[in-house]
């Protein structure tokens, strides 16, 4: 009978579980606000030690040598989120606050946003929950007002989004990749 009621008892754990969220909270010309969050079945240390192994998680599909083997993140004030390959070098953004397994916060504009000359906040948030973790990214970025930010923002929360989901399953699983269908 407890075998039988085993597949029940999973189904309702899975639901009474906060499914990752993501929203756009806000988008203007000048500006916009991306958050995600998900509750991870891990300590913050875990979660917040594997930030900086940035190559692991980010894909490289998002990168500009094409590999995220070539990406490093500092994590302490004023460490680099760089890439550096043969040829080439960026400076994705510097690190502007870090506290061990709660707050990690990098000034970045990414990718495409550099040449916009817009200010981004990229900020890592980790807060106990019981024997997890909830882990929010939030993601703000202002400029002038012809930036068309709002146009941007659907493609920077599906970029961002994809990352986030590398890294909780790289926390959950050890692995980044979605499993094959």
């Known amino acids: 009978m407890a075998y039988a009621l085993r597949p029940l ?24 606000l991306i958050v995600h969050s998900a509750r991870i079945d891990a300590a913050p240390a875990r979660i917040y030690a594997l930030l900086p192994a940035i190559g ?25 989120f760089c890439e550096r390959w043969n040829g080439g070098a960026v400076a994705h953004g510097r690190v502007v606050l870090a ?18 000359a817009v200010m981004g906040a990229l900020t890592f948030q980790l807060v106990p929950d019981g024997n997890a973790t909830m882990l929010t ?9 012809g930036s068309a930010l709002d146009k941007d923002a ?18 959950e699983t050890g692995k980044p990749d979605a499993p094959s269908p």
């Not at 692991?56 to 680099?80: E, M, V």
């Not at 506290?99 to 916009?116: C, E, H, V």
């Not at 990214?137 to 007002?145: E, K």
């Not at 920077?156 to 990352?163: H, Y």
């Open 9 to 32: 008892l999973c189904l309702l754990l899975a639901a009474a579980a906060p499914a990752p969220h993501a929203e756009i909270k806000a988008a203007a010309s000048d500006g916009f």
């Open 56 to 80: 692991r998680w980010w894909s490289s599909s998002h990168t500009y040598s094409g590999d995220a083997a070539n990406l490093t993140l500092d994590p302490q004030a004023g460490g680099c």
């Open 99 to 116: 506290m061990r397994d709660q707050l990690l916060r990098i000034d970045t504009a990414l990718g495409p946003l550099q040449s916009k």
């Open 137 to 145: 990214l939030t993601y703000r970025v202002n400029g002038a007002s």
């Open 154 to 171: 659907p493609a920077v929360d599906r970029v961002l989004g994809e990352q986030f989901a590398r890294l909780t399953r790289l926390v």
